[in-house]
């Protein structure tokens, strides 16, 4: 059996210990040749390239003629399966195709795709292969869709041909009959013999293809219309088609979608323009050129030229001038070939169309620019545009069709870095300040909205839902917190955008301290400390800046939460006696109410037994002065845990028992369910573990019934600990890996490392300190960047145990 010239290449290369990188640098080849060659995908290399490989691998002569006769039999096996021949040198092929770029970098996929469609014998005989190839303008669609075409060419012999179509400039596009009669001249018909008619011209240009083997590249195309009469009829030529537009109405095309270089290639692709030492020597700087040129090769390239040409120039000071969004597209080219201008062809293509479709994706693209956010959803986008979503989602989906838009999910788009510069960029000049803040100001109002609609859902007896302003007008479907929660999961780096966008406008900075208070909910459940911590202070600040009184007493209250949660008690109280003079100074006795019971809190856990019960009386007495039912039940909750821990347990069971009557009243379940967490963890401090357990099986009963799976996790907390402090190893064990498998599914990084304390301290009970020490190192690191405290807790625990002491675990009955 013969042996193939693939087959061979691949034996010479491996007994000479080659890669196939290797080899293709001493070749002077492309490593994606040498693959091509060795899986037949290209049969019939060059006399040059067999002489290039030969010379490269040493062979001797024996090995050189049975290499060349190994290639000479695959270019007749070719032959007689296409029914061509190979013409003679000199015989008038046509070699229309542009060069091949020598620094083409990356899309190794895309290629052998491009190349395995492109050169297909067997499969669907009697068929012509074809492939599309689209993306945003400056992704590389010509330079792609060329070098593969090279690669493929000798399954071509009698030529390739190329053809801009000019489908979004420079210049009018080519229509089809001005298409045919220059694809009829490079075969060599006589421009008076061509017929007016288009379908009589494409049926001359396929009478004169038939029988032919050649590869035609129809470039920049600007629909499927453009490019279907320019098609072969007879098998034998392949066709590869770009265009900035989805081109899925070509039927028989393979679909290529060219997305931007990942971060490696573009940094490639920089150091092979703007030098490899250069590159090397500033690594973080090429990546963060990788970064602000979206990707993009045009981009990439028009900087590495830059760069080139102004050898003395760090890269880092290229990185300086980029980072100013403002003049970013014009260091990236000003002329035709610069990416302002390609991007503005697509826009004017679809300005200038006769459809209002088309007109209205052109003008919507300059509102769809203006938010922050890295995404955006059809609703997000239908309060930009002040039109419904029905009306929205076409508009969004022809700019897609266009590649100026990308459909990264259903209902959800996201716009190219570079497009939103230019977007923005038409919004400055084509449109007023108040029109661009009224947009924004719509999508803001939106957020609150949801905002607010998660805080009636999880906090539904809150007085902070009186201060709601008046919603958008369109709210998206939200009947249970868990689906508004995800709501607000799904949009929480566009909303954050959104705010401190709005932090920086005059304009807009009203709408800052009340989305800030509406998302108290939202950060409570997922216990967002630090994020609630930053957006609160702003919130705050603003408020008082404008005088928002009562919203910047709220907030200044809120801000005490995260401190107190990573056990900053000095400072939660200071934030407490400041709201509570805020409150006062407007006479608003439910946000007195609310200090007083946060205060008792804090006091408490700072030790202030006495005050701590003063505190709570304080708020019991205003609460129910106001009516206040929510605060009445935290006060006896307070004051609940008070007697507890001095020793009062009659007086605690009465308090908790009117706390959770309240919660039940209200059907509160989320309230019922923390009454008896609170409940349950004052027992467990106070040494009553079968109350303690008792408390805390209803609490984690109404969470399953919520299906709150982050409060779940705290709650199998204490459970843990109480079963550790009554010495059931086993139970502890199941609950504490219940509660971590729970919170690391939902990505709540502080519980997982507090369960993993708790889990260290049931491993050194059992006198397993290695494990015990390993949980403890795991958690310090995962509570590193979260909680100070927490863990100084772990480091404290790996110090008590370096002697191997063993665990006490009534030594503390939590962390």
Not at 251 to 276: C, T
Not at 546 to 558: K, N, S
Not at 635 to 640: D, F, Q
Not at 795 to 814: I, T, V
């Amino acid at each position: 059996m013969s042996v193939s010239f693939g087959e061979l290449l691949r034996s010479h290369r491996r007994s000479a210990g080659l890669t196939q990188a290797g080899l293709a640098e001493l070749a002077n080849l492309s490593e994606q040749a040498i693959s091509l060659l060795e899986r037949g995908t290209r049969r019939r290399p060059r006399t040059e390239t067999i002489e290039a490989l030969a010379d490269a691998l040493g062979l001797d002569d024996q090995a050189v003629s049975l290499f060349t006769r190994a290639a000479q039999a695959g270019r007749k096996t070719l032959e007689r399966a296409s029914g061509a021949s190979i013409p003679a040198p000199g015989s008038g092929v046509i070699r229309q195709l542009p060069p091949a770029l020598s620094d083409f970098t990356g899309r190794s996929r895309e290629v052998d795709l491009l190349v395995r469609t492109l050169t297909v014998v067997d499969e669907r005989p009697g068929t012509v292969q074809m492939v599309a190839v689209t993306g945003m303008g400056g992704v590389g669609k010509t330079s792609l869709a060329v070098y593969a075409a090279h690669l493929a060419a000798d399954n071509f012999p009698d030529g390739q041909i190329y053809l801009d179509l000019r489908g979004y400039g420079p210049g009018a596009p080519l229509s089809p009959g001005e298409a045919l009669i220059q694809l009829l001249r490079s075969l060599g018909v006589d421009d008076r013999t061509v017929p007016e008619g288009t379908n009589e011209a494409a049926a001359v240009y396929r009478s004169h293809l038939a029988g032919r083997r050649l590869l035609i590249l129809l470039d920049n195309a600007n629909r499927a219309g453009q490019v279907i009469p320019l098609l072969p009829g007879a098998p034998g030529s392949a066709v590869i088609a770009t265009s900035r537009r989805a081109l899925t109405t070509l039927p028989g095309f393979r679909q290529v979608s060219l997305s931007p270089l990942s971060d490696a290639d573009s940094v490639e692709l920089l150091s092979k323009i703007a030098g490899d030492a250069r590159v090397a020597a500033e690594g973080a700087a090429a990546r963060t050129i990788a970064e602000l040129t979206g990707r993009l090769p045009l981009a990439v390239r028009l900087i590495g030229a830059r760069l080139a040409a102004r050898p003395t120039w760090p890269i880092e000071h290229m990185v300086g001038q980029l980072q100013d969004e403002h003049r970013r597209l014009d260091e990236f080219g000003t002329g035709e070939s610069g990416v302002r201008a390609n991007i503005a062809g697509s826009v004017e293509f679809l300005a200038g169309s006769d459809e209002d479709l088309d007109i209205r994706a052109a003008a919507a693209l300059v509102l769809l620019g203006l938010p922050n956010g890295s995404d955006l959803t059809t609703i997000t986008a239908a309060q930009l545009l002040d039109s419904s979503e029905a009306a929205a989602e076409p508009v969004l989906e022809r700019l897609v069709d266009l590649n100026l838009l990308e459909s990264v999910a259903p209902g959800r788009y996201r716009l190219h870095d570079l497009i939103r510069a230019y977007a923005r960029e038409r919004a400055s000049q084509h449109l007023s300040e108040g029109a661009r803040e009224d947009a924004l100001a719509r999508v803001l109002k939106l957020y609150t909205g949801v905002a607010w609609r998660c805080q009636e859902l999880t906090h539904p007896d809150s007085r902070r839902l009186a201060m709601a302003g008046r919603p958008s007008r369109s709210l998206p479907a939200l009947p249970e917190a868990s689906i508004a929660l995800t709501w607000l999961d799904n949009e929480r780096s566009n909303l954050l955008g959104a705010f401190h966008q709005a932090r920086q406008s005059a304009g807009l900075r009203g709408y800052v301290p009340e989305l800030a208070l509406a998302l108290f909910g939202y950060f409570i459940v997922n216990l967002r400390w630090s994020e609630m911590r930053a957006i609160d202070q702003v919130g705050r600040e603003v408020a008082a800046e404008l005088g928002y009184q009562r919203l910047a007493a709220w907030l200044e209250h809120d801000l005490a939460i995260p401190d107190v949660e990573r056990g900053d008690l000095g400072p939660s109280q200071a934030h407490l006696l400041r709201s509570l003079e805020l409150f006062q100074a407007i006479s608003d006795l439910a946000g007195q109410a609310r200090c007083c019971s946060s205060l008792s809190h804090i006091t408490e856990l700072m030790g202030r037994l006495d005050e701590a019960v003063e505190w709570g009386e304080r708020a019991l007495v205003l609460s129910l002065r106001i009516g206040d039912q929510s605060v009445e039940g935290i006060s006896y909750m307070a004051l609940g845990t008070l007697h507890v821990r001095r020793g009062e347990h009659e007086m605690a069971q009465q308090r908790f028992d009117l706390s959770i009557a309240l919660a039940e009243k209200a059907g509160n379940l989320r309230s019922l369910s923390r009454r008896y967490q609170y409940v349950g963890q004052a027992y467990l401090g106070g040494g009553l573990n079968a109350l303690a357990e008792q408390a805390l099986l209803k609490s984690l009963e109404v969470l399953v019934e919520l299906d709150d799976q982050n409060a779940a996790a705290e709650t199998l907390q204490h459970l843990a600990t109480n079963h550790l402090a009554v010495g059931d190893h086993t139970a502890a064990t199941e609950r504490a890996e219940a509660g971590l498998q729970l919170a690391r599914a939902n990505g709540n990084k502080l519980r997982e490392g507090r369960l993993l304390i708790v889990l260290g301290k049931i491993s050194a009970a059992k006198d397993d300190l290695p494990a015990a020490r390993s949980l403890w190192r795991q958690a310090a690191d995962v509570l590193r960047p979260l909680s100070p405290n927490d863990e100084a807790a772990a480091l404290q625990l790996l110090a008590d145990h370096e002697d191997g002491r063993r665990y006490d675990p009534s030594a503390s009955a939590e962390n």
